[in-house]
């Protein structure tokens, strides 16, 4: 089956600055990916709809110019948080819809501001 | 989307059949019931996946009565490994976004 990476797997940054993460589809071509974000003890929650070669659907109440999305080919998607703080510490976690209501997931980064 | 509502926590032992109970009162014809299993930080994994009556794969079962609005996920014989959370989505059967409900946490222990 198809396979998601994810880079970093873990990042510890600083208040103020940005963390890239980067989603890689390994064997499937991928035109949508999706962005989740977990805080401890709490499921997932969807952010947003990465779309290849243009722009990203927000879910409600996700700031888009927070969280910056990429999707300039097939294979990658990559998350930007933008002047992180404390409070955008958690677990986000992109997937790949594979077919009828299956996702791949990827493992997931945790990111933790300092 | 339909909502799903699920019990927050089950314990189980070793060896157990374990059933989780999913409430989906508002499932549209066109919807599919899926559940998914994820371990601490890890991302989701797809379980299984079915319209009516029973599925059954090397996994897991999934039985769905005829109103539709309700399923089970049952679990044979499980073992430590199968402490994980568990999640039923209703939808679609495409490729559209997923919207996940509360889950089950489930504890198997020895």
């Known amino acids: 089956g198809a396979v998601v990476s994810q880079h970093p797997s873990w990042v510890i940054c600083k208040s103020g600055t940005s963390v890239k993460i980067e989603c890689r589809s390994l064997?499937?071509?991928?035109?949508?990916m999706f962005w989740y974000r977990q805080f401890p003890k709490q499921s997932l929650m969807l952010m947003a709809t990465?779309?290849?070669?243009?722009?990203?659907?927000?879910e409600q109440g996700v700031e888009k110019d927070k969280f910056l999305i990429n999707h300039a080919s097939l294979t990658l998607s990559t998350l930007t948080v933008t002047s992180a703080h404390p409070e955008d510490s958690s677990f986000y976690i992109c997937?790949?819809?594979?077919?009828?209501?299956?996702?791949?997931f990827g493992p997931g980064t945790r990111l933790t501001v300092l | 989307l339909a909502k799903t509502t699920q019990p927050i926590s089950m314990d189980s032992y070793e060896g157990q059949e374990v059933n989780i109970t999913c409430s989906h009162n508002?499932?549209?014809?066109?919807?599919?019931i899926t559940w998914y299993q994820q371990f601490p930080s890890q991302g989701p994994r797809f379980i299984i996946q079915?319209?009516?009556t029973k599925v059954t794969n090397e996994v897991a079962s999934l039985f769905i009565p005829a109103d539709r609005k309700s399923s089970t996920l049952s679990l044979p014989r499980v073992s430590l490994s199968d402490t994980a959370v568990y999640y039923c989505?209703?939808?679609?059967?495409?490729?559209?976004?997923?919207?996940f409900g509360q889950g089950t946490e489930l504890s198997v222990k020895p």
């Open positions: 079915g319209y009516k």
């Open positions: 064997d499937f071509q991928a035109t949508t």
């Open positions: 990465s779309n290849e070669g243009s722009k990203a659907t927000y």
């Open positions: 508002n499932i549209a014809t066109n919807d599919y």
């Open positions: 997937s790949l819809p594979a077919f009828y209501n299956e996702q791949f």
């Open positions: 989505l209703v939808g679609g059967r495409g490729r559209g976004k997923l919207i």
